[in-house]
């Protein structure tokens, strides 16, 4: 199986800036899509960006000029710089990717990490 490990959440005012890290691990795995989901109190979970092991980006529009994702494939990393900051992207922020493996493609997620933005 695989393990997503987040770090980099916390507490930052409108207009600063934060960035996510997550690292998957595991063995005998290659990981397909990579990105972040985010679930604010009372809201489903959604996607704010992922990344293909191509590099090919999504984007949710609220988020489109202010944030970036990006990984490193050799690494098994992928990152998520928040730029500009507002209210509104108080989230928990999920890890997740698509890997292949010996049990045939799976999604995994990480256990979150809270970004906070105070106005």
């Known amino acids: 199986q695989v393990q997503l490990v987040e770090s980099g959440g916390g507490l930052v005012q409108a207009g600063e800036s934060l960035r996510l890290t997550c690292a998957a691990s595991?063995?005998?795995?290659?990981?397909?899509?990579m990105g972040w989901y985010r679930q604010s109190p009372g809201k489903l979970r959604g996607s704010v960006a992922t990344?293909?092991?191509?590099?090919?980006?999504n984007y949710v529009d609220s988020v489109k000029g202010r944030f970036t994702v990006s990984r490193d494939n050799a690494k098994n990393t992928v990152y998520l710089q928040m730029s500009n900051l507002k209210p509104e992207d108080t989230a928990v922020y999920y890890c997740?990717?698509?890997?292949?493996?010996?049990?045939?493609?799976?999604?995994?997620w990480g256990q979150g990490t809270q970004v906070t933005v105070s106005s």
């Open positions: 595991g063995s005998e795995f290659s990981p397909n899509t």
């Open positions: 990344i293909s092991n191509g590099g090919n980006t």
């Open positions: 997740y990717t698509n890997a292949q493996g010996p049990w045939g493609r799976k999604s995994f």
